[in-house]
């Protein structure tokens, strides 16, 4: 073989090698372990700067951290900073109605599932939305000459950093990343977190937690929560749930590259007064999802009380824990199919029926535009005393907490 043959052979050789390993030579598991590592940065960076920082304000950011963010979602997503924003800011204004960028409750859950990436960039061409919805967004030289303009320039070079690190197999890895946030955030978190899953609250829309561990997709998966307090820059609300999202803004704050502004608001109870004032009034307005979600829990309560007597008289219960599940949920999130078995539960039980009546009369309490101050603590204080002298333990017991809360 002569020298052209041997430096074309090792030349072949080195390709080969490249192609094969990349400049890594990571094996399998090391491309494994660092796709999901790059993956969950792009996540940290869409809750913690797009969504909890641009959109909602919930927390200041330094520059240099909300550049990295800014820059690694250029590389890994090719979503601009403006239309992301302006597109949730609309989301959370049109929920649940025809404008609603993305709602399974408008567009059907297997379109927002499989092809949420669709309706985010039809959205995206939306000026008038851009223009009402994305204001305060980044606007400096480098957002208007490269992040904007060339938003598949980030994205190409993050294919061209895949492939040198690893090879052929980096082609995989890159397609990982490009599919990683419209599937988990455009499909799962805006499909089935208006679709499927557990609330804490009555929030106005369909929203639900997931799952009430948020590590997959960086504590989004608390969405009720979200929807609930869309301005806190914490998910998370009860002590078993977990936002990994928090853990991270909580970290960049040690180094001081990150300043939450608001958390989720959490009643305050003291010594119990004689009658509400007006300052009970004012922490049972600021709190009322936690006031509802407490009265949800002893309605609950009293349905399971319910069906235990039923089961001991070995009477049908299937209305009963049909009640259970549905009874504490505002009128308008019941099924139609549902409705005339609560109907049913309310004439055959007054214990229930009374509960939802005064729920319903405490919720006015905040609902109603023309009432005065002094006129809601006195409709409070009247609340009050029916719920001590209805006779319902539960009652009596729930406006005694009230009258210890305060602002």
Not at 182 to 207: L, M
Not at 242 to 256: N, P, T
Not at 259 to 279: L, S
Not at 298 to 308: D, G, I, S, V
């Amino acid at each position: 073989m002569n020298t052209s043959d041997t430096v074309v052979s090792t030349l072949w050789d080195g390709v080969v090698h490249f192609l094969d390993q990349g400049l890594t030579g990571a094996s399998w598991w090391q491309v494994v372990l660092v796709t999901l590592v790059l993956t969950h940065i792009t996540i940290a960076s869409v809750t913690i700067y797009l969504h909890r920082h641009s959109a909602h304000r919930a927390l200041d950011l330094h520059p240099v951290a909300a550049h990295f963010f800014r820059f690694w979602l250029w590389l890994t997503t090719g979503m601009v900073t403006k239309e992301w924003t302006a597109i949730h800011r609309k989301h959370h204004a049109k929920c649940e109605r025809e404008d609603d960028p993305h709602s399974p409750q408008v567009f059907g859950i297997k379109k927002v599932m499989w092809e949420g990436a669709e309706l985010y960039r039809a959205e995206a061409k939306n000026a008038e939305t851009l223009s009402r919805f994305g204001h305060g967004t980044p606007d400096d030289w480098i957002e208007r000459h490269l992040y904007s303009r060339f938003p598949v320039l980030g994205v190409s070079l993050m294919l061209i950093l895949d492939v040198a690190l690893f090879g052929a197999v980096g082609l995989t890895v890159w397609a990982v990343q490009m599919f990683w946030i419209p599937f988990w955030a455009a499909g799962i978190i805006n499909g089935i977190g208006h679709y499927w899953g557990y609330r804490n609250f009555e929030a106005t829309d369909a929203s639900t937690n997931v799952f009430p561990w948020g590590l997959v997709v960086g504590g989004e998966e608390l969405h009720n929560n979200h929807h609930t307090y869309p301005t806190s820059a914490k998910f998370s609300v009860k002590p078993y749930e977990f936002d990994i999202g928090w853990v991270y803004i909580r970290a960049l704050g040690l180094l001081g590259l990150a300043n939450p502004k608001k958390v989720p608001p959490k009643m305050a109870y003291g010594d119990v007064k004689p009658v509400a004032d007006e300052k009970t009034l004012e922490a049972i307005i600021a709190n009322r999802y936690e006031v509802m979600a407490g009265f949800a829990v002893e309605l609950r309560a009293a349905c399971q009380r319910e069906l235990e007597g039923l089961k001991a008289r070995s009477a049908d219960t299937g209305v009963m824990k049909s009640a259970r599940r549905w009874l504490h949920r505002d009128d308008d999130k019941v099924p139609a199919e549902v409705r005339p078995q609560l109907a049913q539960v309310r004439a055959e039980h007054p214990v229930l029926d009374k509960m939802v009546t005064m729920r319903e009369e405490l919720r006015a309490l905040w609902t109603g535009t023309h009432a005065t101050r002094e006129q809601m603590a006195a409709d409070l204080q009247a609340w009050c005393r029916r719920a001590e002298e209805s006779g319902i333990a539960a009652l009596r017991d729930f406006s005694v907490r009230l009258r210890s809360a305060h602002a």
